[in-house]
């Protein structure tokens, strides 16, 4: 939607992975209630070929560089479909839910499971955290995450960070920097003060990167799956 107006409107989208980590949404031409005017913008995808750059007019309001087309592509099934920016719209829905960030992929789950596992979090040989009731976070590609209560957190060492990212599955996530014997982590800790519906079981709690910090899971050090964000 753009305004409050309806600019897609299709049952005959497809997930396209133009990046490994998340699909897009192609759309048939006729389902794009707006001008598509070429804007001279081009790009090269090795799998989906040469890409044309549009600006888009929704009554009257020109928005620049709002989608792509691949005329020529060699996956045949591309020539006919549009993708749009995702930031070109104000909001983007499947079916009735609301959609945040990017399509969700229809092979990512999350699933949130409580615990009695005895989790410590150390930073330089510091307890930072010392927890046997964490919420155990799975989502498909990612490493486990551990999201535990406050209470169980030396709150004193962390400092609020103006970072914020965002999550189609998760929400809206704030973020701390940690200070341990004089030296600051910036942005090692995270949390989601209110999480999207299907994770709400995390909301309050703080995680750390398995990557960059020690985390021992009853007794025995946490060998966790090694990321972009090590």
């Known amino acids: 939607m753009h305004k409050g107006r309806t600019v897609v ?14 699909p897009s949404w192609y759309f048939p031409l ?10 001279g913008e081009t790009l090269r995808s090795p799998s989906r070929g040469e890409g044309t750059g549009y600006d888009m007019v929704v009554e009257g309001q020109r928005i620049e560089n709002a989608a792509w087309r691949h005329l020529d592509s060699p996956v045949e099934e591309l020539r006919d479909l549009v993708r749009i920016e ?14 945040f960030v990017h399509p969700r992929s229809p092979e990512v789950r ?20 010392d927890s046997v009731r964490p ?15 406050k209470a169980d957190v030396r709150m004193d ?13 998760k929400g809206w996530a704030n973020y701390w920097s940690v200070t341990v014997n004089g030296t600051t982590h ?13 994770s709400a079981d995390i909301a309050g709690l703080v995680c ?23």
């Open 86 to 99: 995702w930031n070109a719209l104000d909001a983007w829905f499947e079916e009735n839910e609301e959609v």
């Open 186 to 198: 910036k942005n090692l800790a995270w949390g989601y003060r209110t999480p999207l519906a299907e």
């Open 110 to 129: 999350v699933d949130v499971l409580s615990s009695s596992r005895h989790i410590r979090v150390l930073i330089d040989g510091e307890v930072v955290a």
């Open 157 to 169: 060492l962390l400092a609020p960070t103006d970072t914020e990212t965002a999550c189609p599955y």
């Open 9 to 22: 409107d299709s049952t005959q989208s497809r997930f396209v992975w133009d990046i490994p980590y998340y």
């Open 208 to 230: 750390f990167y398995n990557e960059k910090v020690d985390i021992e899971l009853d007794g025995e050090l946490f060998d966790g799956a090694k990321t972009r964000f090590a």
């Open 30 to 39: 006729h389902a794009i209630d707006a001008d598509l005017k070429e804007n």
């Open 135 to 149: 919420a155990i976070l799975y989502e498909t590609l990612t490493p486990t995450r551990f999201y535990l209560p």
